[in-house]
């Protein structure tokens, strides 16, 4: 097993939580319902959703092909929302995002206990949040930006919902003219997550280096950081180098992989927990 070596500085931040989660479908992912069933993630969504398609022309659908292909996700998913009938559309995702009942699984649970002042997610679905009712958080989306900056210098724990909830599908942003039209109408709260990338350090979990939800919001803003304080993405091992480096070298954003199985993720979120509150304990940090 490729496990895990947690930089110390980065447990150093969790435990005096001063560095932000941001959560992506992978996490998601790791829930089941009764049936067994996960979240699809943006492959498997992308591949089923692209059904929605009214009397499609080959060449549309060839387009489609193509872009998953690539793995151009935004492009292809844009054009299935285009050429799909809005009701089935927003049915579609009410159904994968809302209806499924899917249970908080050990790896939000660990995610819980890290006890982050602020994490961000880019996650449709309310498995993490509905796993906090019972404590004391509140929840924002991107249009709310005063709300998300007063919450800040609150004692509450905040979630950031960075591209909308599923209870409301309008709202949502999914391809890559939705997230433009965001920036365009809100743009305080990109100004928001900038500060918070120039300030914080940010532990991203749950993505591949390929999904759109994190690349849209990378390349949105310039990297302003120091090498010396870099921020991390959790990756199953197998990216190529080049990759790796490029996100290093454009992002300032460092690759920890585990692996060989995305079962692994679990066991190594599992020990960042327990390297965070061991420190804690260490060191008097009360949460």
Same mark, same amino acid.
């Given at each position: 097993?490729?496990?895990?070596?947690?930089?110390?500085?980065?447990?150093?931040?969790?435990?005096?939580?001063?560095?932000?989660l941001f959560l992506g479908s992978g996490v998601s992912a790791t829930?089941?319902?009764?049936?067994?069933?996960?979240?699809?993630?943006?492959?498997?969504?992308?591949?089923?959703?692209?059904?929605?398609?009214?009397?499609?022309?080959?060449?549309?659908?060839?387009?489609?092909?193509?872009?998953? %292909?690539?793995?151009? @996700?935004?492009?292809?998913?844009?054009?299935?929302?285009?050429?799909?009938?809005?009701?089935?559309?927003?049915?579609?995702?009410?159904?994968?995002?809302?209806?499924?009942?899917?249970?908080?699984?050990?790896?939000?649970?660990?995610?819980?206990?890290?006890?982050?002042?602020?994490?961000?997610?880019?996650?449709?679905?309310?498995? *993490?949040?509905?796993?906090?009712?019972?404590?004391?958080?509140?929840? *924002?989306?991107?249009?709310?930006?005063?709300?998300? $900056?007063?919450?800040?210098?609150?004692?509450?724990?905040?979630?950031?919902?960075?591209?909308?909830?599923?209870?409301?599908?309008?709202?949502?942003?999914?391809?890559?003219?939705? *997230?433009?039209?965001?920036?365009?109408?809100?743009?305080?709260?990109?100004?928001?997550?900038?500060?918070?990338?120039?300030?914080?350090?940010?532990?991203?979990?749950? @993505?591949?280096?390929?999904?759109?939800?994190?690349?849209?919001?990378?390349?949105?803003?310039?990297? %302003?950081?120091?090498?010396?304080?870099?921020? *991390?993405?959790?990756?199953?091992?197998?990216?190529?180098?080049?990759? $790796?480096?490029?996100?290093?070298?454009?992002?300032?954003?460092?690759?920890?992989?585990?692996?060989?199985? @995305?079962?692994?993720?679990?066991?190594?979120?599992?020990?960042?927990?327990?390297?965070?509150?061991?420190?804690?304990?260490?060191?008097?940090?009360?949460?």
């Amino acid at each position: 097993m490729n496990k895990i070596m947690w930089p110390e500085n980065l447990i150093e931040e969790l435990a005096y939580r001063r560095a932000i989660l941001f959560l992506g479908s992978g996490v998601s992912a790791t829930a089941k319902n009764d049936e067994g069933k996960s979240p699809e993630t943006w492959g498997t969504f992308l591949n089923n959703i692209k059904g929605l398609i009214k009397n499609p022309a080959v060449e549309d659908l060839q387009f489609v092909e193509n872009m998953l %292909t690539q793995e151009n @996700y935004l492009l292809a998913l844009q054009a299935i929302q285009d050429l799909s009938d809005s009701g089935a559309y927003s049915k579609y995702l009410k159904d994968k995002f809302s209806r499924g009942k899917y249970y908080p699984s050990a790896v939000h649970k660990a995610i819980k206990k890290i006890n982050s002042k602020i994490l961000i997610t880019t996650n449709f679905d309310k498995i *993490y949040e509905n796993l906090c009712n019972e404590d004391i958080y509140v929840k *924002y989306d991107y249009q709310k930006a005063k709300s998300i $900056i007063a919450n800040i210098k609150s004692p509450e724990n905040i979630i950031i919902k960075a591209h909308g909830s599923i209870d409301d599908t309008n709202d949502m942003i999914f391809t890559s003219e939705q *997230y433009y039209n965001a920036q365009e109408k809100h743009p305080e709260f990109y100004f928001l997550l900038q500060a918070l990338f120039v300030t914080n350090t940010v532990l991203f979990l749950g @993505y591949g280096l390929n999904d759109p939800d994190i690349n849209l919001v990378l390349q949105s803003f310039p990297n %302003t950081s120091n090498s010396s304080s870099p921020h *991390y993405i959790v990756i199953k091992e197998g990216t190529s180098k080049h990759v $790796i480096k490029h996100w290093e070298k454009t992002y300032n954003v460092k690759c920890l992989e585990y692996g060989p199985h @995305y079962d692994n993720f679990e066991e190594n979120i599992e020990e960042l927990k327990d390297l965070v509150a061991s420190l804690r304990n260490e060191r008097g940090i009360y949460e």
